[in-house]
């Protein structure tokens, strides 16, 4: 297919209802996640994905109970700790990204973020951003933070306000052309409001733990037959 998205979001809904059907405890089902992960890096890779955001952990997860918490941030120290010497990240040069209020995590977790983006760095080929403690209406309020700071300290001119200047305040400055949600539901759950803004929108009815390949190429076909008026 030509002029496939080269930017990809995707909102990882549906695991606590995916392990409730299997009758698990809910969080259980965050352990198709990783698996579910490295399939979708394959398919980024055979249509040439430049960059994918993937909406990991939002602000308000934090109110999950202690058990379902403590779980989730087990499974991320796992799963960083993998992902920091997977031959692939560094063969394909991958860079990895961590967006959203990383300093809401425990320090261990947070350590494992810093150590990732760390040995990333430097690579340009392919972007993962995992948007985790992340908001977009916190996300915002971040950047106005930053401004408000910048006018404050002078090094900000406020009649020079403008939207590049907003977004160069933002975790992340660019926007996906097409974003999946899984699991059936039709909102966009406080994801990327501002990048988001022009973004090609696709539902897909599968829990995240199923989402397929099929699911994917259809998401992106629907995408390539899709006229792009930004507006105008």
Known sequence: MENVPR?????MDGNRRFAKRLMLKPWKGHEWGPKKLAEILE???EYDIHELTLYTFSVQNFNRPKEEF???MNLFRE???KLKD???IHEEQIRVNVIGRTWMFPKDVQDKIKEIMERTRQYNKKVINFAMAYGGREEVLDAVKKIAKGVQEG???VDEINEETFSQHLYMTDAPDLIIRTGGEHR???FLIWQSSYSEWFFVDHMFPEFTKEDFETAIQSYVQRERRFGK
């Open 86 to 88: 997977d031959k692939r």
């Open 43 to 45: 398919w980024c890779k």
């Open 79 to 81: 799963e960083f700790d």
């Open 188 to 190: 966009t759950s406080n």
């Open 70 to 72: 403590d779980y989730l």
């Open 7 to 11: 930017h990809i979001g995707i909102i």
């Open 155 to 157: 090094t900000i001119d």
